[in-house]
């Protein structure tokens, strides 16, 4: 049987994940052989602070060294590193920072995951989501808390969500004439046989003042009590293809009264 070192040792190769320890106050580091691995440096190629900030991209070292300076004690972020070979990767930190009765790091401790795969897939998918004008909410029905994607931001014209302090306000876009829609919402979340709605359409004023077609899909995920805790809905912007709509129709009740050219 493995002793626990070696048990440890070998959980921590399985899960992919990069250990290292930091000494503040002799400005050195050291760290497991994923971490490395991960890095993509040798051990004495990447032993100090400073040799760690360095390979960080150079647009988010600034914002790196403000999380590590400031006086937090639990760390979790991600960021861009550059390995020896020129790849770029993503990386997820978390760990903690021991401090002295004053506030200043001693050391720190901390993990390390490479996410660039899923960086990558999630570039993609906000490729496709951009250029079919498509983006998600996801929504906790009982706390409010919610998150979207960039494109549904970008659809209700939304430059900042952390300015919104419910949802609820993205209500106030929905164009005078649609209101109903919003009953239509409340019903579904309150029917314990409703799963999911398709084909929602209605027009919204965005932030800017620019009226938008939207056409909504939405899952509603029900407990064992029957109530809905949590939804997930996409929106498309489909203005474009409203307009297309509008003078199609407009060409053919011009073609029926007729027209001629001279």
Same mark, same amino acid.
């Given at each position: 049987?493995? +002793? =626990?070192? /070696?048990?440890?040792?070998?959980?921590?190769?399985? =899960?992919?994940?990069?250990?290292?320890?930091?000494?503040?106050?002799?400005?050195?580091?050291?760290?497991?052989?994923?971490?490395?691995?991960?890095?993509?440096? &040798?051990?004495?190629?990447?032993?100090?602070?400073? /040799?760690?900030? @360095?390979?960080?991209?150079?647009?988010?070292? #600034?914002?790196?060294?403000?999380v590590?300076?400031?006086?937090?004690?639990?760390?979790?972020?991600? $960021?861009?590193?550059?390995?020896?070979?020129?790849? %770029?990767?993503?990386?997820?930190?978390?760990?903690?920072? &021991?401090? +002295?009765?004053?506030?200043?790091?001693?050391?720190?401790?901390?993990?390390?995951v490479d996410?660039?795969?899923?960086? %990558?897939?999630?570039?993609?998918?906000?490729?496709?989501?951009?250029?079919s004008?498509?983006?998600w909410?996801?929504?906790?029905?009982? =706390?409010g808390?919610? $998150?979207?994607? &960039?494109?549904?931001?970008?659809?209700?014209?939304?430059?900042?969500?952390?300015? *919104?302090?419910?949802?609820? /306000?993205?209500?106030?876009?929905?164009?005078?004439?649609? *209101?109903?829609?919003? @009953?239509?919402?409340? @019903?579904?979340?309150?029917?314990? &046989?409703?799963a999911?709605? +398709?084909?929602?359409?209605?027009?919204?004023?965005?932030?800017?003042?620019?009226?938008? $077609?939207? !056409?909504? $899909?939405? #899952?509603?995920?029900?407990?064992?009590?029957?109530?809905?805790?949590?939804?997930?809905?996409?929106?498309?912007?489909?203005?474009?293809?409203?307009?297309?709509?509008?003078?199609?129709? /407009?060409? #053919?009740? !011009?073609?029926?009264?007729?027209?001629?050219?001279?």
């Open positions: 049987l493995m +002793n =626990s070192g /070696q048990l440890l040792e070998k959980t921590k190769r399985i =899960s992919g994940l990069g250990w290292h320890e930091i000494d503040y106050r002799s400005n050195t580091l050291v760290g497991t052989p994923m971490f490395y691995r991960i890095l993509g440096y &040798e051990p004495d190629e990447l032993n100090t602070i400073d /040799q760690l900030i @360095n390979i960080i991209h150079p647009d988010e070292r #600034q914002r790196v060294g403000e590590m300076g400031s006086d937090i004690r639990d760390l979790n972020f991600c $960021h861009r590193i550059y390995t020896k070979a020129g790849e %770029l990767k993503y990386v997820q930190v978390l760990g903690e920072i &021991e401090r +002295n009765e004053k506030g200043e790091p001693i050391k720190g401790v901390a993990s390390i996410i660039s795969q899923d960086k %990558l897939f999630e570039q993609k998918l906000n490729n496709i989501q951009n250029l004008k498509v983006g909410l996801e929504m906790d029905i009982q =706390s808390q919610f $998150h979207g994607s &960039e494109q549904f931001w970008s659809i209700f014209g939304v430059h900042d969500p952390k300015e *919104l302090k419910d949802i609820s /306000q993205l209500d106030q876009l929905i164009y005078q004439d649609d *209101l109903n829609i919003l @009953n239509q919402f409340s @019903n579904w979340f309150e029917d314990p &046989e409703c999911e709605w +398709n084909n929602i359409q209605y027009r919204i004023m965005t932030l800017e003042g620019e009226l938008k $077609h939207v !056409l909504c $899909h939405g #899952q509603i995920t029900i407990n064992y009590n029957g109530l809905a805790t949590k939804t997930l809905i996409t929106v498309q912007d489909v203005t474009e293809l409203r307009g297309v709509e509008d003078k199609l129709m /407009q060409a #053919q009740k !011009l073609s029926n009264t007729g027209w001629f050219e001279y």
